[in-house]
């Protein structure tokens, strides 16, 4: 089986542009997590969504926003770019909400750089 | 608010010796636990979970971790490292709701031959 797909694999943008990350969960799986991962720290949640209902908001800005599509892939969009935004974006996928009882699978990640 | 701090954010064991990494958690209710593992440039890979039950959790690749609740630890061993060990390890904690995962800042395990 698949695993967690993300595309593109990287990118590379300027300040002010807008860009959209895509994710496509597991097979069977209702939720799509985002986090972001900035160059030597851990991973920060973004966003998690659940059966297209956004369940969870990680501390972001309003230029930062997601959706869920009945297919259960998601988009991430981030508006106006910053040079802070430069990161790996990461989607993990789970069978429902996430709950500790579950695992989260995590994709490969989109790398962005902005500049 | 729960909170996962790592100690160490380098650690370098020899090939066949043993991996201590180091995790401390905060959390006002008792804490769901996780250590991942990433290569680079790849996602991360859940090595072992702490929900309830058994303190000493066994993960993939050999580690393991225990759940102590007194020192508010969850340290990953491994009792002999190999080559392929390599890569960034982090400790997370899951929040109250269980929507959001919380990760440390990661330690990054080098293994000399």
């Known amino acids: 089986d698949a695993g967690v797909t993300q595309s593109p694999t990287h990118l590379i943008k300027t300040r002010g542009q807008q860009v959209t990350l895509r994710c496509s969960p597991i097979s069977g799986h209702k939720s799509v997590s985002w986090y972001q991962q900035v160059l030597g720290q851990g991973p920060q949640f973004i966003f998690q969504?659940?059966?297209?209902?956004?369940?969870g908001r990680g501390n972001f800005p309003d230029r930062f926003s997601a959706r869920q599509f009945p297919n259960y892939s998601s988009e991430l969009n981030v508006n106006a770019l910053l040079l802070g935004d430069s990161a790996l974006y990461l989607c993990?996928?789970?069978?429902?909400?996430?709950?500790?009882?579950?695992?989260?699978?995590f994709g490969p990640g989109t790398r962005l750089l902005v500049l | 608010a729960q909170s996962v701090t790592q100690l160490g954010s380098h650690v370098s064991v020899s090939e066949g010796a043993l991996v201590l990494l180091r995790c401390n958690y905060s959390?006002?209710?008792?804490?769901?636990l996780f250590w991942y593992v990433q290569y680079p440039n790849q996602g991360l890979q859940l090595l072992l979970k702490y929900t309830t039950g058994a303190t000493l959790v066994k993960g993939i690749n050999g580690f393991e971790a225990e759940f102590k609740k007194s020192e508010t630890s969850f340290h990953l061993t491994k009792p002999s490292a190999h080559m392929s060990d390599a890569a960034e390890y982090f400790c997370?904690?899951?929040?109250?709701?269980?929507?959001?995962?919380?990760f440390g800042a990661g330690t990054r395990l080098f293994v000399k031959a």
């Open positions: 959390s006002s209710v008792p804490p769901y």
């Open positions: 997370a904690v899951i929040n109250t709701g269980g929507f959001k995962t919380i």
């Open positions: 969504y659940y059966e297209k209902e956004e369940r």
């Open positions: 993990a996928s789970s069978l429902s909400t996430g709950t500790a009882q579950e695992t989260q699978y």
